[in-house]
């Protein structure tokens, strides 16, 4: 009964919050409905981690009809941490619009359109079948994209095209690989699928994989499939931009470990090699292309692709130690990456812009926002004692242990870069003298304002620092989420049953 | 039967991207939606066609006749058509807002959101 | 813009007669062809012809309730329907039937959320397809 429902209701909720939500959008009560709606999802998202983590990977047949022919919802250690992390970063947002979004997009459904955005969010991290998978990714892409154009500027029409329009293509791609690999084992069921594969042809199902890493790769944004990302993620109102930053990228980057971690794994050294290419280019050309930048939101979207670089690298090197590298990174990432946009508006409210050649002055004038902004910069770049920096000790050192040198020198390398383009960011806002000789302070916003945009930050900073000071425990999920991937026995026998009834 | 509808698949493919590789975003859209019906029909070959032998079980039966074609499928080619138009509606009205907003078509002129250095100062 | 005289008299006859074709629709849809998602397109199909006689605003009007508060009305009829399964202790979405009156030889009037379910999806439909395209008829 526990698991019965425990699964489902992180996506339910969320849809009954945007329900609410839109039925009261015309008054305070929206806001606080998505607060009180996020903050429930929060705490069933806890509540199904700990089930997982007591009694093992947790499987739910949805209107009771039998895997592999009913859509089944499957939690194993790694769902269930990105259900928490969605969680945490619903929250922060949720708490974040509240000062953040104007009355007119309350009016417009922004508050049910982020909720949506959750449950589909949640739903792409829960489900077991792969066209299940395709219906949370619609889900998600039509709320972001009516979270991205709402606001109605110029600049978000633009960006909305080429989002749009690169977003289809990819799930057009994914579609037709489903039909694919339908046509080739009868079956879309995951843990199924995993038990088929080896059984058919494996030149067919390599080919299959292909138009997935292509597919889930635009999601990613990972090279040469990203250029949609940094067109668009720096115009919609930064709620919802540290929203997409922290979760839509990585939900791709979820789809691909777990089909090639489950069932694309015939040619391992054939994929797998394709995606140490991936990784390492990618790395490379998100931080070259965030030290071209001159926008804070625009040097941010460029570390997102850089950094989906590490996570699948992670999966690309497909050592143990490389997958809990990988699993770790993508919880840290989620983190840090939603706190620097989140940062990025409280800088762009109160020194009126973020273009950085129009700001200035906000170290002397916010000290306190500067701090806020360098925990997550610094974790992001790697420097101990925060997350980032056992984020990538552990794929340096995977790679390292696998004597790929060149490998584990880019990803440093990166790093240094990383650090590079912020120390752009805080010499051009935070010490450089506001060219309109003002100086911003944190004060010129209303108390309540103030409250509502910098909890969240301050929350998620902490969060940074005490991974980074205690990451036992943290490894220790990650680990356990690794074994999983790597030997998904457990998985398939919570989906299927313990024997294998439908042969 | 199949070989048809392969052969389909691939017209298809073909013009789309022959559509998309034009500079107007509308027919970069409609290129769009004909790399969207050529998915459906994959997924609807995938299924088997068999002419003359509907997916249907009779009454009193139990299974479906030998040699019929899955149901499946079809079942989510429709969803999938359902999904489809749903996105492209989106899609169109978003075309003819950014039409309305930035006065073209024309995906060279489309640089707001990503200035060219030259323009900026 | 004023519709012809032929459209907006066979409107008022046609209207009323779609959506009472798309309730019929979606009453059948368990075991024959039809169903929430057919009936809701017919029956927006109906408001879109009113809309196209009398203009969008007389369409609106008409409505009464905004076509995406009914959309949303819709999603949560759904998910209550789905939800409901809960309180036999089953998985959500499971079929719950009730019988009324069941006699020899008929099992009686049969009700079911998933009857429920369809309704909502119905409003979901209806609210959805009437939201885009009179958001694209005010436009154009």
């Given at each position: 009964?526990?698991?019965?429902?425990?699964?489902?209701?992180?996506?339910?909720?969320?849809?009954?919050?945007?329900?609410?939500?839109?039925?009261?959008?015309?008054?305070?009560?929206?806001?606080?409905?998505?607060?009180?709606?996020?903050?429930?999802?929060?705490?069933?998202?806890?509540?199904?981690?700990?089930?997982?983590?007591?009694?093992?990977?947790?499987?739910?047949?949805?209107?009771?009809?039998?895997?592999?022919?009913?859509?089944?919802?499957?939690?194993?250690?790694?769902?269930a941490v990105m259900v928490v992390i969605t969680g945490i970063t619903g929250l922060a947002v949720a708490i974040y619009a509240v000062a953040d979004i104007t009355e007119d997009m309350e009016e417009m459904g922004y508050h049910s359109?982020?909720?949506?955005?959750?449950?589909?969010?949640?739903?792409?991290?829960?489900?077991?079948?792969?066209?299940?998978?395709?219906?949370?990714?619609?889900?998600?892409?039509?709320?972001?994209?009516?979270?991205?154009?709402?606001?109605?500027?110029?600049?978000?029409?633009?960006?909305?095209?080429?989002?749009?329009?690169?977003?289809?293509?990819?799930?057009?791609?994914?579609?037709?690989?489903?039909?694919?690999?339908?046509?080739?084992?009868?079956?879309?069921?995951?843990?199924?699928?995993?038990?088929?594969?080896p059984t058919v042809d494996p030149g067919l199902m390599t080919v299959i994989s292909m138009m997935f890493m292509v597919g889930f790769g635009v999601k990613a944004a990972v090279f040469p499939l990203f250029f949609w990302l940094p067109?668009?993620?720096?115009?919609?109102?930064?709620?919802?931009?540290?929203?997409?930053?922290?979760?839509?990228?990585?939900?791709?980057?979820?789809?691909?470990?777990?089909?090639?971690?489950?069932?694309?794994?015939?040619?391992?050294?054939?994929?797998?090699?394709?995606?140490?290419?991936?990784?390492?280019?990618?790395?490379?050309?998100?931080?070259?292309?965030?030290?071209?930048?001159?926008?804070?939101?625009?040097?941010?979207?460029?570390?997102?692709?850089?950094?989906?670089?590490?996570?699948?690298?992670?999966?690309?090197?497909?050592?143990?130690?490389?997958?809990?590298?990988a699993v770790f990174y993508l919880v840290h990432h989620i983190i840090v990456k939603a706190n620097l946009f989140l940062v990025a508006g409280v800088a762009n409210r109160i020194a009126g812009g973020t273009e950085l050649a129009r700001?200035?002055?906000?170290?002397?004038?916010?000290?306190?926002?500067?701090?806020?902004?360098?925990?997550?910069?610094?974790?992001?770049?790697?420097?101990?004692?925060?997350?980032?920096?056992?984020?990538?000790?552990?794929?340096?050192?995977?790679?390292?242990?696998?004597?790929?040198?060149?490998?584990?020198?880019?990803?440093?390398?990166?790093?240094?870069?990383?650090?590079?383009?912020?120390?752009?960011?805080?010499?051009?806002?935070?010490?450089?003298?506001?060219?309109?000789?003002?100086?911003?302070?944190?004060?010129?916003?209303?108390?309540?304002?103030?409250?509502?945009?910098?909890?969240?930050?301050?929350?998620?900073?902490?969060?940074?620092?005490?991974?980074?000071?205690?990451?036992?425990?943290?490894?220790?999920?990650?680990?356990?989420?690794?074994?999983?991937?790597?030997?998904?026995?457990?998985?398939?026998?919570?989906?299927?049953?313990?024997?294998?009834?439908?042969? | 039967?199949?070989?048809?509808?392969?052969?389909?698949?691939?017209?298809?493919?073909?013009?789309?991207?022959?559509?998309?590789?034009?500079?107007?975003?509308?027919?970069?859209?409609?290129?769009?939606?004909?790399?969207?019906?050529?998915?459906?029909?994959?997924?609807?070959?995938?299924?088997?066609?068999?002419?003359?032998?509907?997916?249907?079980?009779?009454?009193?039966?139990?299974?479906?006749?030998?040699?019929?074609?899955?149901?499946?499928?079809?079942?989510?080619?429709?969803?999938?058509?359902?999904?489809?138009?749903?996105?492209?509606?989106?899609?169109?009205?978003?075309?003819?807002?950014?039409?309305?907003?930035?006065?073209?078509?024309?995906?060279?002129?489309?640089?707001?959101?990503?200035?060219?250095?030259?323009?900026?100062? | 813009?004023?519709?012809?005289?032929?459209?907006?008299?066979?409107?008022?006859?046609?209207?009323?007669?779609?959506?009472?074709?798309?309730?019929?629709?979606?009453?059948?849809?368990?075991?024959?062809?039809?169903?929430?998602?057919?009936?809701?397109?017919?029956?927006?199909?109906?408001?879109?012809?009113?809309?196209?006689?009398?203009?969008?605003?007389?369409?609106?009007?008409?409505?009464?309730?905004?076509?995406?508060?009914?959309?949303?009305?819709?999603?949560?009829?759904?998910?209550?329907?789905?939800?409901?399964?809960?309180?036999?202790?089953?998985?959500?979405?499971?079929?719950?039937?009730?019988?009324?009156?069941?006699?020899?030889?008929?099992?009686?009037?049969?009700?079911?959320?998933?009857?429920?379910?369809?309704?909502?999806?119905?409003?979901?439909?209806?609210?959805?397809?009437?939201?885009?395209?009179?958001?694209?008829?005010?436009?154009?």
């Open positions: 009964m526990t698991s019965l429902w425990l699964l489902p209701l992180p996506i339910i909720v969320p849809f009954a919050t945007a329900v609410l939500a839109f039925l009261f959008r015309r008054g305070a009560e929206g806001r606080w409905i998505s607060v009180m709606g996020s903050a429930a999802t929060l705490v069933l998202g806890v509540l199904l981690l700990m089930e997982v983590l007591a009694n093992g990977p947790q499987a739910a047949q949805m209107g009771e009809w039998p895997a592999p022919f009913g859509i089944t919802l499957v939690a194993d250690t790694l769902s359109l982020f909720q949506v955005l959750i449950a589909g969010v949640s739903g792409a991290f829960l489900t077991g079948d792969l066209f299940n998978l395709y219906v949370w990714f619609e889900v998600m892409l039509i709320s972001s994209f009516g979270l991205l154009i709402l606001g109605g500027k110029r600049v978000q029409f633009d960006a909305g095209i080429k989002y749009v329009t690169l977003n289809l293509i990819s799930t057009i791609l994914f579609l037709s690989g489903i039909g694919l690999l339908y046509g080739t084992t009868g079956t879309l069921n995951l843990a199924d699928l995993s038990r088929i594969a067109a668009s993620y720096h115009t919609p109102s930064f709620a919802v931009s540290a929203v997409f930053a922290g979760l839509l990228t990585k939900v791709g980057v979820y789809a691909m470990m777990r089909l090639f971690t489950l069932v694309f794994t015939q040619d391992i050294a054939f994929t797998h090699t394709i995606l140490l290419w991936v990784a390492c280019l990618t790395m490379v050309t998100g931080v070259l292309g965030a030290a071209a930048q001159t926008d804070f939101r625009r040097i941010l979207s460029f570390h997102i692709v850089s950094q989906i670089g590490y996570m699948i690298l992670g999966l690309a090197l497909m050592t143990p130690l490389a997958v809990v590298g700001i200035g002055s906000l170290y002397k004038g916010a000290p306190f926002l500067a701090f806020l902004f360098l925990v997550p910069a610094f974790s992001l770049a790697g420097f101990p004692p925060l997350s980032g920096f056992w984020a990538k000790y552990v794929l340096v050192k995977a790679s390292m242990d696998i004597e790929l040198w060149i490998v584990a020198f880019v990803a440093l390398a990166v790093g240094l870069m990383t650090i590079y383009s912020m120390t752009k960011i805080w010499g051009q806002a935070f010490w450089k003298p506001h060219p309109g000789g003002i100086v911003p302070t944190l004060t010129s916003l209303e108390p309540g304002e103030r409250m509502a945009l910098l909890l969240p930050i301050v929350s998620l900073a902490l969060m940074t620092v005490l991974i980074g000071l205690y990451p036992e425990p943290f490894v220790l999920v990650a680990e356990r989420a690794a074994e999983e991937l790597l030997d998904p026995a457990a998985y398939i026998a919570a989906v299927l049953g313990e024997e294998e009834i439908l042969q | 039967m199949e070989v048809f509808v392969a052969i389909m698949v691939g017209a298809l493919v073909t013009a789309s991207v022959y559509l998309m590789l034009a500079r107007n975003v509308l027919r970069f859209l409609f290129g769009l939606v004909l790399l969207s019906n050529a998915a459906n029909l994959v997924i609807f070959a995938a299924g088997g066609l068999t002419p003359e032998a509907p997916p249907l079980i009779a009454p009193g039966a139990n299974a479906p006749p030998e040699g019929v074609a899955n149901a499946l499928p079809q079942a989510l080619v429709l969803t999938a058509i359902v999904i489809g138009f749903g996105l492209f509606a989106f899609a169109l009205t978003l075309v003819y807002r950014g039409y309305q907003n930035l006065g073209t078509l024309d995906t060279d002129e489309m640089r707001l959101a990503e200035p060219v250095e030259a323009e900026k100062t | 813009m004023k519709s012809s005289l032929i459209v907006r008299a066979a409107t008022r006859l046609l209207v009323g007669l779609l959506l009472l074709f798309s309730i019929w629709m979606l009453l059948r849809g368990h075991n024959e062809p039809g169903g929430g998602f057919i009936g809701g397109l017919i029956g927006s199909t109906g408001f879109i012809l009113y809309a196209i006689a009398h203009g969008c605003r007389a369409a609106r009007e008409a409505l009464r309730l905004e076509p995406q508060t009914i959309a949303m009305v819709g999603l949560g009829v759904a998910l209550a329907a789905g939800a409901f399964a809960a309180i036999p202790g089953d998985a959500l979405f499971t079929g719950q039937w009730l019988f009324l009156w069941p006699s020899e030889g008929s099992k009686g009037v049969p009700l079911s959320n998933i009857l429920v379910f369809d309704i909502g999806v119905y409003l979901v439909v209806l609210g959805s397809v009437l939201t885009l395209v009179l958001a694209l008829e005010e436009e154009v």
